[in-house]
């Protein structure tokens, strides 16, 4: 069955603050608001968009029972049902949706690709933490069409395929991964 995908990516920041004189690095502002809303992001994927997607989506989520979770992207959990998986084989994750719960370690949770197949999503020297609470959409491309988004990044194949979540047992996320066409 052939699959449609659309994904709407944003992260909207609208921060208001009202200057005070004790803070304000410029004289004569006390009083005055300022607003910064030139910062929202915010991308509109579909079969021929820039980067293009197609295929499933992988739900990449999670609660850890030992120190790690491995996914293999060649046996990607489909989020439709992730009893079901699809191969990802040839694609390349252009965004990642991140939700770690509240509760979760302090230390944090380390993604990385792992091992001779790594996926390296982050580079393959690279874990990036997680902290409780962290939620984050990470669009992998360029919104405004100038790079070619995915020149960077790692094709899913038999040599490429791991990514792992490593934090301490009982730490839970959401995790939904969005490839290229």
Known sequence: MPYSLQARLGAILNVSEIVAA????????????????????????HSASFPPIAGQVADLSWTLAGASKDFDLVAAPWAGN???????????????L??????????????????ANAYGLFGTTTAPKFYPGFKAV??????????APTNNLPTVAAAAKD?????TAADVWKALAIFSA
């Open 138 to 147: 990470l669009f992998l491309g360029d919104p405004a069409n100038t790079v």
């Open 82 to 96: 992730p009893a079901l998986t699809f191969d990802a084989t040839g694609k390349k994750i252009v965004a990642l």
């Open 22 to 45: 004790a803070t304000s690095p410029a004289s004569g502002d006390e009083g005055n608001r300022r607003t910064y809303d030139q910062y929202s992001i915010e991308a509109f994927l």
């Open 163 to 167: 990514i792992r979540f490593a934090g």
């Open 98 to 115: 991140l939700n770690f719960a509240n509760g979760n370690n302090a230390a944090g949770v380390a993604v990385s690709g792992i091992g």
